[in-house]
């Protein structure tokens, strides 16, 4: 058995930058809303501005393998950040995870978001009404080590359940749109009934 | 409600749109939902046009008041609904069905990735005791920092 504390070759949390309208900016900002259980809503209004990007919030510019789970609100919801098309950041209730090398990233994120890890962020965790889960305490998440395999085995399990998951999500997506395309396009061409 | 129903949002959140299935038991709704039942209408079809950016701008039209907007009972019935050939209104109708069934298997999926690590480990029926009380010493709480019974929970 190990901490989060040291499996990890990186932790931090977002903020937000001060004085700044959010409908303005090149950039995406997530929060705690936008984080489920193995999945990124990347469809937020918020925007902050490259300045901020590259800037206050370098440390919490996304890139691929980044792992994020939320902590204030909703805690405990883990997700994979797989090649973001553009530049996305994270505020300050969203926790950026980056697991040393040897270390299977979607061991981990099955793990916290299994009953199990679920179970341990829930007694870390602090407050009642707005729970609150501090990057110490995540340091604290005790994490069961298996020999390599079996971790392999969970990663490349959890990795493809969430890749179908994706497709189907997106492929149910177009289905409706199409849909919607067909009656837009049939009124809009005075379509006879 | 039964499966084929439409459900509208008129309340705070006007024009939300959704089907019900026959994937939930029984089901009910609050005053914020309006409930369509077509009659000869497949509903698929007219859940997708009320969630197609002309059905939504016929809803948004309707609403009423200024701070929290709202649309009456009487406005949705009002609203006109475009019928295309019967041929059309049934590949509509697929296309959401075959969505709606792609959407349970996303569901699935995410589902059976929740459970991959306790199966994996033999854990998938563990069921963690429930304890009506449990006692720590002091001397854990003054070393720990914490007050809180869900930090001790054995």
Same mark, same amino acid.
């Given at each position: 058995?190990?901490?989060?504390?040291?499996?990890?070759? *990186?932790?931090?949390?977002?903020?937000? /930058?001060?004085?700044?309208?959010?409908?303005?900016?090149?950039?995406?900002?997530?929060?705690?809303?936008?984080?489920?259980?193995?999945?990124?809503?990347?469809?937020?209004?918020?925007?902050?501005?490259?300045?901020?990007?590259?800037?206050?919030?370098?440390?919490?510019?996304?890139?691929?393998?980044? +792992?994020?789970?939320?902590?204030?609100?909703? +805690? *405990?919801?883990?997700?994979? +950040?797989?090649? /973001?098309?553009? /530049?996305?950041?994270?505020?300050?209730?969203?926790?950026?995870?980056?697991?040393?090398?040897?270390?299977?990233?979607?061991?981990?994120?099955?793990?916290?978001?299994?009953?199990?890890?679920?179970?341990?962020?829930?007694?870390?965790?602090?407050?009642?009404?707005?729970?609150?889960?501090?990057?110490?305490?995540?340091?604290?998440?005790?994490? /069961?080590?298996?020999?390599?395999? +079996?971790?392999?085995?969970?990663?490349?399990?959890?990795?493809?359940?969430?890749?179908?998951?994706?497709?189907?999500?997106?492929?149910?997506?177009?289905?409706?749109?199409?849909?919607?395309?067909?009656?837009? *396009?049939?009124?809009?061409?005075?379509?006879?009934? | 409600?039964?499966?084929?129903?439409?459900?509208?949002?008129?309340?705070? $959140?006007?024009?939300?749109?959704?089907?019900?299935?026959? !994937?939930?038991?029984? #089901? $009910?709704?609050?005053?914020?939902?309006?409930?369509?039942?077509?009659?000869?209408?497949?509903?698929?079809?007219?859940?997708?046009?009320?969630?197609?950016?002309?059905?939504?701008? &016929?809803?948004?039209?309707?609403?009423?008041? $200024?701070?929290?907007?709202?649309?009456? #009972?009487?406005?949705?019935?009002? #609203?006109?609904?475009?019928?295309?050939?019967?041929?059309? !209104?049934?590949?509509?109708?697929?296309?959401? !069905?075959?969505?709606?069934?792609?959407?349970?298997?996303?569901?699935?999926?995410?589902?059976?990735?929740?459970?991959?690590?306790?199966?994996?480990?033999?854990? &998938?029926?563990?069921?963690?005791?429930? &304890?009506?009380?449990? &006692?720590?010493?002091?001397?854990?709480?003054?070393?720990?920092? !914490? #007050?809180?019974?869900?930090?001790?929970?054995?």
């Amino acid at each position: 058995m190990l901490y989060f504390d040291d499996i990890l070759a *990186g932790l931090t949390n977002g903020h937000t /930058p001060t004085n700044h309208d959010f409908s303005q900016g090149e950039v995406l900002f997530l929060t705690a809303e936008n984080i489920s259980d193995f999945t990124i809503e990347y469809g937020t209004d918020k925007r902050i501005l490259h300045q901020h990007h590259q800037g206050e919030l370098a440390r919490t510019a996304l890139r691929d393998g980044d +792992v994020l789970l939320t902590i204030k609100g909703k +805690v *405990g919801n883990a997700a994979y +950040v797989e090649c /973001p098309e553009k /530049p996305v950041n994270i505020n300050q209730d969203v926790a950026l995870l980056r697991f040393k090398s040897e270390y299977f990233s979607y061991y981990f994120i099955s793990y916290i978001n299994s009953f199990l890890g679920k179970t341990f962020i829930e007694q870390l965790c602090t407050s009642q009404i707005n729970p609150f889960l501090s990057l110490g305490n995540i340091r604290q998440i005790p994490v /069961p080590i298996y020999e390599t395999a +079996v971790m392999k085995r969970i990663a490349l399990r959890t990795e493809e359940s969430v890749s179908k998951g994706r497709q189907a999500a997106l492929d149910s997506n177009n289905l409706l749109n199409d849909a919607r395309k067909i009656i837009e *396009g049939a009124i809009l061409n005075c379509e006879k009934v | 409600m039964a499966p084929g129903d439409i459900l509208v949002g008129i309340i705070g $959140t006007i024009g939300s749109i959704g089907l019900v299935t026959d !994937r939930f038991g029984k #089901l $009910t709704g609050n005053c914020k939902l309006a409930i369509i039942s077509t009659l000869e209408i497949e509903p698929e079809y007219v859940a997708v046009y009320l969630s197609s950016k002309i059905g939504q701008d &016929e809803i948004i039209r309707r609403a009423r008041g $200024t701070v929290q907007m709202g649309l009456i #009972l009487p406005d949705i019935k009002d #609203l006109p609904i475009p019928l295309l050939q019967p041929s059309k !209104r049934k590949k509509i109708s697929e296309l959401v !069905r075959k969505s709606y069934s792609k959407r349970q298997e996303s569901i699935d999926s995410y589902k059976q990735a929740k459970m991959c690590f306790l199966q994996e480990l033999g854990l &998938e029926k563990f069921i963690l005791p429930e &304890e009506l009380y449990f &006692e720590r010493k002091l001397s854990d709480v003054k070393s720990k920092r !914490r #007050l809180d019974s869900e930090y001790f929970k054995p």
